[in-house]
């Protein structure tokens, strides 16, 4: 089943983001003069923001060792999988390999990081290679905690009406494939967030949408029910974004449980539990769901020094100024991307705002001058409310909206072209973003 229903309106879209693409490409400002420098420069993590930093910085730097350790073969378009779950792209989509990101000059270790030193200013390897550095930037993004929810497996994906949208393109597929079988025979969709901090805190609410948009669609609204369960007492982070969206729930049927955290699932007996702030559980039957585990730091992060010790004590996150992403006790060390522990970020488009950010502050040290740039705590996130309508919602660490495009998109509106920023000009945009170029 298609909806892609709106041709023209793509076709005149794409006309429009060419020509504002040729438009940013002439008007730009001269390039940045190169820094001599010996720096020896370690990234940890080949995702977006670990790519984006190898080639902003090999743009920026003559003379640097900067080397990238990650033992991930292939790139992962996260933007996408939602996209992919909605049937609209194949599990292609988002996946190509590390190496077709990175520039020449860069030296790729390709393996995980075992352990950090910062004292020492060593990162060692999992086959125990020992790599020195002048300056470390953490850009691992974040592990999901599968093992945390009881009875769950990875291997129960795309079985018995279990699926998981961020467990990966294929198993978004996966997910597509039940949700479609779902919304033709009916039943009860049970859909949740977890309780850490999480990327893209969105994508559980699109997802619900994405579900009800289908059944309804197909003319099979009225066969199935959508609860979604929250484990706080609002929906989204930014108070005027989580009273639209409890509207939108309520316009379109979808109820509310509040203040319920997810602790395990019976697949044989299609049972999810869930407790709430006193500890006392509730069940519920489904026949559909998109489960999201719990987001931490990886092992190697939270089992270094790096980590908050008076925050997020649970997760993990690298504890570094919210607004120039440095260390506060390793001024040699810098975190982006989801790793970082700041207040909101956790995007490829706040990835998009940091890195000038860190590569400023690095190139001020280099240089003995001061540092200009300032992260505001900018993510931006298009909630799809219907296949070919979606809000872009952008926002800063004070919940401020700050919309990119304030005479053309409202924020909080369901919008043609809010889809379209969503389905065709973001993944330009984020490999032109990998490439050191937006």
């Known amino acids: 089943m298609t909806f892609d229903t709106f041709i023209p309106s793509r076709r005149g879209f794409l006309g429009l983001v060419a020509g504002a693409g040729a438009f940013a490409l002439a008007t730009q400002p001269a390039r940045a003069a190169m820094v001599k420098t010996t720096a020896r420069i370690v990234i940890l993590g080949s995702g977006a923001a670990g790519t984006a930093l190898a080639n902003t910085l090999m743009d920026r730097l003559d003379g640097a060792e900067i080397t990238l350790i990650d033992g991930r073969a292939q790139h992962f378009y996260q933007p996408g999988y939602t996209l992919i779950a909605a049937g609209l792209k194949p599990a292609s989509y988002s996946v190509s390999q590390t190496t077709d990101w990175l520039p020449k000059g860069v030296t790729l270790i390709a393996e995980y990081a075992a352990e950090i030193d910062p004292e020492g200013k060593t990162v060692t390897t999992a086959s125990g290679t020992k790599v020195a550095y002048d300056f470390l930037i953490v850009a691992t993004g974040l592990k999901l905690d599968w093992a945390a929810i009881e009875g769950f497996s990875t291997d129960l994906i795309g079985k018995d009406g279990i699926g998981a949208v961020y467990a990966g393109a294929e198993q978004a597929a996966a997910t597509w494939a039940l949700m479609d079988r779902f919304t033709d025979t009916g039943g009860r969709a049970v859909f949740m967030r977890p309780a850490t901090e999480m990327k893209c805190a969105g994508a559980p609410l699109k997802y619900a949408f994405i579900t009800e948009d289908y059944a309804d669609k197909k003319g099979n609204r009225d066969k199935i029910e959508i609860d979604y369960w ?69 092992d190697v992060i939270r089992n270094s020094p790096l980590p908050w010790a008076d925050k997020w004590t649970d997760q993990g996150w690298v504890e570094v100024d919210p607004a120039t992403l440095r260390h506060n006790r390793y001024p040699d060390v810098f975190a982006v991307g989801d790793v970082a522990g700041v207040p909101k970020g956790k995007t490829a488009a706040s990835v998009k705002w940091q890195v000038p950010v860190v590569v400023d502050h690095l190139i001020a040290t280099l240089t003995d001058t001061a540092p200009t740039a300032e992260y505001t705590g900018y993510t931006s996130c298009p909630m799809i ?54």
């Open 230 to 298: 929250n484990p706080t007492k609002a929906l989204f982070g930014v108070p005027i974004v989580a009273e639209k969206v409890r509207m939108l729930f309520g316009e379109r049927g979808i109820r509310t449980e509040l203040d319920r955290v997810l602790k395990r699932i019976d697949p044989g007996k299609k049972i999810m539990t869930f407790a709430d702030p006193d500890g006392i559980e509730h069940e519920t039957d489904y026949d559909f769901t998109n489960i999201i585990p719990p987001m931490r730091a990886p």
């Open 385 to 438: 409310t219907r296949v070919g309508k979606a809000m872009l919602i952008e926002f800063d660490y004070k919940n401020n909206l700050v919309p990119s495009f304030p005479s053309v998109i409202a924020p909080l509106e369901e919008l043609w072209i809010s889809w379209l920023m969503k389905e065709v000009a973001l993944k330009p945009t984020y490999n032109a973003m990998l490439r050191g170029k937006a």
